[in-house]
């Protein structure tokens, strides 16, 4: 088998955080004994290889360590532990811009950053005018950049790493700057480049791009590996942990503030307690919560799980102004049809504050419910249609 | 893309001085970019451009010429060429090192956007100041050569090695206070302030014989442990010491030896602090970009 382009080896970093972090020495000498050292692990032994010519994304939620990943590969930063071994010139797309001097032309700064990208002046030269007009900006290349609008930066930073003849391109979200018509430009030289057979490496939030142009992706949670290999796969495990967390109920200590002392599921009527219901019918979930202590504006959230943890939808009471709660409540869920393939599912029942850094209480997964009939075909949801047919 | 690809492992840093000083090598062109983006930066949006570096030494020739000629005649015979001979170094050293000190920090966008080896900031801006040093010297041999004096004699040899361990002494602090001066910024004042006193105490405005005469041999042999004292005299003799007898006596010894093995000394000392700081910086630099 051949090299991989990429190649991530037990790769940790570690950052030193600094509480009340001295910045001269002075404050250094005043605070030394109080200067508290924290070691915070940015990345812990991840690995992974990307083959030559394969687009790679990488995912994970903010924080997560992708953009420190992604500078690592690209020599920006260097690993604690472990190492990197690319092949192949690497071109990094970091954030706004490249890096450039704000006292020097435009045109100054595509040679020193071609440079420092790797290339000789003879080779910068040959490329020069492409990478201007790709940047369209033939009648500013000779301005100093400090006069550039975000813009203008954004452009040339673009052109001069897609023009450079990289072998690996690093890609961090930089896709999501420009206008319009430059966006669409950039995507399609990106497309370009897979095609000549380039390496790319990209982070992003956006999953559906992963999808399109992604030949495998990496997962990363808090530093480490969560999922890599198919596109599928770590999709599938990215939507799960994103949703957990966007309920918020992931690892939060629970203040028991207020409780759910009851949470049943009922008919469409609401009468009767069932656990079974008829493809597209509706449901009502009941929950009875009470207040330990009085709680301000809290937040009561109703969501639906399918039976392998797969996160499917949630509500709640957020377009409410609950106010201040004291003792109990009785909240009545009512969904009119439940537009869900047959299965089983699971219902979780929540109470937060606002921001859902607070949890009161949950119940994970707890409340089960099946959805069985006949569905046709291969429907993944029911959707109430009115079909009308005109002869004309 | 198969045969001539470039492998490039990223790994903990450890300073291996030899592979890490091939891949310097290979990077100079980024080193010459970037001390010229010094020097542009630096006359940018001025009509003489790099004139003016050299304007600065010719005004401080006729100045002196003037000054001690006419009103103050000086004790020190030839003085606008012993003052020369001795500042023109010495603005190497204090620009070089003051530059270096700020150039990770005034690397702008780069550092935590683009890979580079880092130690082409420092060395750039050292760079950048010699290459100004070369056009003010010029504007020296202009002038002794205008004023007739010898160039060229015995102690002309010393000036390229004297040289060489000024940038190896510059570039061993430089490279340690660039890599502070990222995490304490008031690295780059104590560096300043640091330079007026050290500047009074190298012999420059004056010669070594006031010292001997004012401190005693004990408070002068104190006064050499100076690197710079050593290597600036070095030049002296070099420039200054040949141009007439009476010149050669206002230096500390006629004789070549005693700055050679003095060089030879302070050089050596510099390249083993070089590689302290360097490795000291190159341990610190995987976390520039973080910390900029």
Redesign the interface.
């Known amino acids: 088998m051949a090299e991989p382009a990429v190649s991530v080896a037990h790769v940790s970093k570690r950052?030193?955080l600094y509480h009340e972090r001295?910045?001269?020495?002075?404050e250094?000498l005043l605070r030394l004994r109080r200067s508290r050292v924290e070691d915070f692990w940015a990345l812990r032994d991840v690995a992974f290889d990307v083959p030559e010519g394969q687009t790679w994304g990488l995912v994970g939620a903010n924080g997560s360590g992708k953009t420190t990943l992604l500078?690592?590969?690209?020599?920006?930063?260097?690993?604690?532990?472990?190492?990197?071994?690319?092949?192949?010139?690497?071109a990094?797309l970091?954030?706004l811009?490249?890096?450039?001097?704000?006292?020097?032309s435009g045109r100054?700064n595509v040679?020193?950053?071609a440079?420092?990208?790797?290339l000789?002046?003879r080779e910068t030269d040959r490329h020069f005018d492409e990478i201007v007009a790709f940047a369209e900006l033939e009648e500013f290349i000779d301005g100093?950049v400090k006069y550039y609008s975000s813009g203008m930066f954004v452009r040339l930073g673009f052109a001069v790493a897609v023009h450079v003849d990289p072998?690996i391109l690093l890609i961090d979200e930089v896709l999501a700057v420009g206008d319009e018509a430059f966006q669409r430009k950039c995507i399609q030289r990106v497309r370009e480049l897979q095609r000549e057979g380039r390496t790319i490496v990209f982070v992003t939030h956006a999953v559906q791009q992963v999808h399109q142009i992604c030949d495998g992706a990496v997962m990363l949670d808090h530093g480490r590996v969560r999922e890599m290999g198919e596109v599928a796969d770590v999709i599938r495990e990215y939507r799960l942990v994103m949703a957990r967390q966007h309920i918020g109920f992931a690892r939060q200590q629970l203040t028991r503030d207020m409780e759910i002392t009851a949470a049943e599921t009922l008919d469409a009527d609401g009468r009767r307690p069932t656990s079974v219901v008829q493809p597209g019918a509706g449901m009502h979930v009941q929950v009875e919560v009470r207040a330990n202590r009085p709680v301000d504006d809290p937040v009561i959230s109703l969501a639906i799980f399918e039976a392998n943890g797969e996160f499917v939808w949630r509500t709640g009471t957020g377009d409410m102004q609950l106010g201040r709660v004291e003792g109990k409540l009785r909240i009545d869920f009512n969904m009119i049809s439940l537009p869900l393939q047959e299965g089983r599912y699971l219902f979780t029942v929540g109470i937060h504050d606002r921001s859902e850094r607070i949890v009161h209480d949950l119940h994970d997964q707890r409340y089960p419910f099946d959805v069985t009939g006949t569905l046709e075909d291969d429907n993944r949801v029911v959707i109430p249609v009115g079909t009308k047919v005109d002869r004309l | 893309?198969s045969d001539d690809?470039?492998?490039?492992?990223?790994?903990?840093?450890r300073l291996r001085p030899v592979a890490r000083f091939r891949e310097l090598w290979r990077h100079r062109?980024?080193l010459a970019?970037?001390s010229r983006?010094e020097l542009?930066?630096k006359y940018?949006s001025t009509f003489l451009g790099v004139t003016w570096s050299m304007l600065n030494p010719v005004l401080y020739l006729v100045v002196f010429y003037v000054v001690f000629t006419y009103f103050i005649p000086a004790r020190t015979p030839n003085f606008p060429v012993y003052l020369l001979s001795g500042l023109l170094p010495w603005a190497l050293f204090s620009t070089g090192f003051a530059g270096a000190t700020v150039s990770v920090i005034g690397g702008?966008?780069?550092?935590?956007?683009?890979?580079?080896p880092h130690e082409t900031l420092p060395l750039a801006s050292i760079r950048a100041q010699t290459v100004n040093f070369f056009f003010q010297f010029l504007v020296l041999i202009a002038f002794m050569l205008v004023f007739g004096q010898p160039l060229l004699h015995r102690g002309t040899v010393l000036l390229f090695p004297a040289l060489v361990v000024l940038l190896l002494f510059t570039a061993a602090l430089g490279m340690a206070t660039a890599a502070w001066n990222v995490?304490?910024?008031?690295?780059g004042y104590?560096v300043e302030l640091a330079l007026l006193a050290w500047f009074w105490a190298t012999p420059i405005v004056y010669p070594t014989s006031f010292v001997a005469d004012n401190l005693g041999l004990t408070g002068f042999r104190l006064y050499l442990l100076n690197p710079m004292a050593n290597i600036i005299l070095s030049f002296q003799r070099a420039l200054y010491g040949g141009t007439s007898p009476q010149a050669l006596d206002q230096l500390p010894a006629p004789g070549l030896t005693w700055y050679a093995v003095r060089l030879l000394v302070v050089g050596a000392a510099s390249a083993v602090l070089l590689l302290l700081s360097w490795r000291m910086f190159f341990r610190r630099?995987?976390?520039f970009?973080?910390e900029l």
């Open positions: 950052f030193r001295p910045s001269s020495v002075k250094r500078k690592i590969i690209g020599g920006i930063l260097r690993p604690t532990e472990g190492r990197v071994v690319t092949r192949g010139r690497i990094a970091l954030e811009g490249a890096g450039f001097h704000p006292e020097l100054e040679y020193l950053n440079s420092i990208l790797g000789s002046r100093q072998g | 893309m690809v470039l492998v490039r492992t990223n790994e903990p840093p062109e980024i970019n970037l983006k542009r930066v940018k702008g966008n780069l550092v935590p956007k683009v890979a580079f995490r304490y910024r008031d690295t104590l630099s995987g976390d970009a973080e």
